[in-house]
């Protein structure tokens, strides 16, 4: 079992930055992939960013790349995902996950939507 708890949305005007956290919990990381994903109102969930534990790969979604940067803090057991440059299109409940590693990223986020291990959320809002 690996527990994911967010922090670090809210309410902000476009153009500024926020940074969420994600604390990880309850097994060793290792062997997984952990990363972002995001979900507006009546819209489906959509991946934003991962990474391997282990720091040798990351991975974006077109949208957001160039203004967001994942990271992590091996002594925390902690990711953070940077957001600079907000859009009102950003504006979602923002969740971590975490699933095993895989060869692709592609395949890694279809096995982490279909049984990963996923945090509460948390909500970012970017007004225009």
């Known amino acids: 079992q690996v527990q994911l708890v967010e922090s670090g949305g809210g309410l902000v005007q476009a153009g500024s930055s926020l940074r969420l956290s994600c604390a990880a919990s309850?097994?060793?990381?290792?062997?997984?992939?952990l990363g972002w994903f995001r979900q507006a109102p009546g819209k489906e969930r959509e991946f934003v960013s991962g990474?391997?534990?282990?720091?040798?790969?990351?991975y974006y979604a077109d949208s957001v790349k160039g203004r967001f940067n994942i990271s992590r803090d091996t002594a925390k057991n902690t990711v953070y995902l940077q957001m600079n440059s907000l859009k009102p299109e950003d504006t979602a409940v923002y969740y971590c996950?975490?699933?095993?590693?895989?060869?692709?990223?592609?395949?890694?986020?279809?096995?982490?939507?279909?049984?990963?291990?996923w945090g509460q959320g948390t909500q970012v809002t970017v007004s225009s």
């Open positions: 309850g097994r060793t990381l290792r062997s997984y992939m």
């Open positions: 990474l391997r534990w282990s720091g040798d790969s990351t």
């Open positions: 996950a975490a699933d095993v590693m895989t060869v692709g990223w592609s395949t890694w986020v279809r096995s982490t939507i279909r049984k990963g291990y």
